[in-house]
């Protein structure tokens, strides 16, 4: 991958109303040559919940995006970067309203799990006629919500039949006719849904994309006995027919993945030459900045660069400041420790929460909540809303070894919205951190400081030839003094950053010997 490059991350009606009123903003002088790709999330899409994620078909929303406006990002020389769903589809999509208007009779009766056929012979039917697992299984499976992972369908000929549904589903009644909402897993065993993830990857190479993020690709293979997330090996058969698949199409996957640092996940999908989303960084960052010390930070700094980690980064993202990653896990009677001890990341969740942040958690298969998956806040309000630390986060960041992808918040210093979060639902949580701002909010935010201190350290990020170059830390350092270097081709990058005074400092020398400083305090 390019590490030159800087991401720019939103929906598509993130600012303004429209995916238009984005790229008119990336148009402006004042963000010239500071992203060279966008990550637009799946409302780019036509989708109906999970604000994308349930994902109807893969054609444009022309609610929100224009063919036009996919031009003018191209003339911007900007990249996409978009989201295939693996694991699921909106029960909304048209090879799942075929299996309901048509039953047995639709060519997808098997694009879709049916649970009972699944776990046939290892379990006990209850009342309605669903197969209760025998708990053997149910103890092995890993699941997101505290009941079982199906939604009951009624077909043409009035029977009920059941599909598994990892994530989200409801069931209302009209006139005594059922209404569905959810996401549907899809079969990997049948070659029907193989032949839609390759045209699914020819329509996303022909939106623009350059980069196809792999959404809950780690619930794809299922097996009875299993846990049924990121099962081995069968999950890298998957994830290497589908590489396979986007190298055709002149596409790089990046499989999306939560899981503990202690479980070496993150080194096994690196291992295996794909890049891997950095889910440690944001905390680690916080950590950093909170108790004055780059100890923590640079113990990943350094596996990253002795194990060749390809890395995309950020600070915010769509969903919450994750600090399950951190954890350590115990393997095969091994304990792995984390990136951090257990009172530190309880410390980290407090302050978080402290500073009005909300949590969403995992279940066991009884229902038990086990824990904390992330906190859901805006990065700047995780940071008590302190602009020298969002300045200094931003300007790590960016020195990071790998590709930084910066939220559309953060870049404008977004507060916590708790009015969305109060106001929407079971997700509420969510929308603390996906406030739409207004042209007015835009225009007013890019007379702030801290957005154009931002974007002047993202647009050296983006342009000089130095972050070609592998990271030099600066081992003799204090603790709170942090140095960091990138050097490259004639050009030479150097971060010192203080991490109590929060004061920050960039030297940059070109190709011509010409210095350019930028300090902080």
């Known amino acids: 991958m390019n590490t030159g490059t800087v991401i720019f991350n939103a929906y598509p009606d993130s600012i303004g109303t429209r995916l238009s009123d984005t790229v008119n903003l990336l148009k402006r002088p004042e963000l010239k040559s500071a992203f060279s790709l966008f990550y637009v999330l799946p409302t780019f899409f036509n989708s109906d919940l999970d604000r994308g994620f349930s994902i109807i078909d893969y054609n444009l929303n022309k609610e929100l995006v224009s063919r036009k406006d996919l031009k003018d990002l191209r003339a911007l020389k900007i990249d996409l970067k978009l989201d295939l769903v693996l694991n699921h589809l909106s029960v909304n999509s048209p090879q799942f309203r075929d299996l309901l208007n048509r039953g047995d009779q639709s060519e997808y009766i098997d694009f879709f799990i049916d649970w009972n056929k699944f776990w046939q012979g290892r379990g006990t039917i209850d009342r309605e006629g669903c197969i209760i697992p025998h708990s053997r299984h149910l103890d092995a499976l890993f699941m997101r919500k505290p009941e079982l992972p199906v939604m009951k369908v009624r077909f043409p000929d009035g029977s009920d039949r059941f599909f598994w549904n990892t994530f989200y589903r409801d069931i209302s009644y009209e006139d005594e006719k059922p209404r569905y909402l959810g996401q549907i897993d899809l079969n990997a065993r049948s070659e029907k849904v193989w032949a839609f993830y390759d045209q699914t990857l020819a329509q996303l ?57 202690g479980s070496g996940l993150h080194q096994a999908i690196a291992s295996k030459g794909y890049p891997v989303y950095d889910f440690f960084f944001p905390g680690l960052v916080i950590d950093a900045l909170e108790r004055g010390t780059s100890e923590n930070l640079l113990a990943w700094i350094r596996e990253i660069e002795e194990k060749g980690i390809e890395t995309i980064n950020m600070l915010g993202c769509h969903d919450g400041i994750p600090v399950l990653d951190l954890q350590g896990k115990e393997v095969e009677g091994d304990y792995k420790p984390g990136l951090l001890s257990s009172q530190q990341i309880e410390d980290l969740i407090n302050l978080i929460i402290a500073r009005g942040g909300r949590t969403k958690n995992l279940y066991g298969p009884g229902g038990e909540k086990i824990s904390y998956y992330q906190v859901n806040a805006t990065f700047f309000s995780a940071l008590g809303e302190d602009e020298r630390k969002l300045r200094m986060a931003r300007a790590i960041q960016l020195f990071m070894p790998g590709i930084p992808q910066v939220w559309y918040l953060d870049l404008f210093a977004g507060k916590n919205d708790y009015q969305a979060a109060d106001q929407t639902g079971s997700a509420g949580h969510k929308e603390i951190n996906r406030t739409n701002l207004s042209l007015n909010e835009v225009e007013n935010g890019l007379k702030k400081s801290i957005v154009q201190d931002q974007l002047a350290m993202i647009r050296l990020r983006n342009t000089s030839p130095a972050f070609y170059g592998r990271l030099e830390v600066d081992t003799g350092s204090a603790p709170h003094m942090l140095q960091l270097v990138r050097r490259h081709d004639g050009c030479r990058a150097t971060l010192s950053a203080n991490l109590r005074d929060f004061t920050l400092r960039i030297e940059h020398k070109n190709r011509s010997g010409q210095d350019e400083v930028l300090t902080y305090s």
Do not use: C, S
């Open 205 to 261: 190479q022909n939106h623009g994309a350059k980069i196809v993020r792999l959404d809950a690709f780690a619930y794809l293979h299922k097996e009875p006995g299993r846990q049924n997330f990121f099962n081995r090996p069968e999950t890298w058969t998957y994830l290497d027919r589908l590489n396979k698949m986007a190298r055709r199409y002149g596409l790089i996957i990046l499989p999306e993945i939560h899981a503990e640092y």
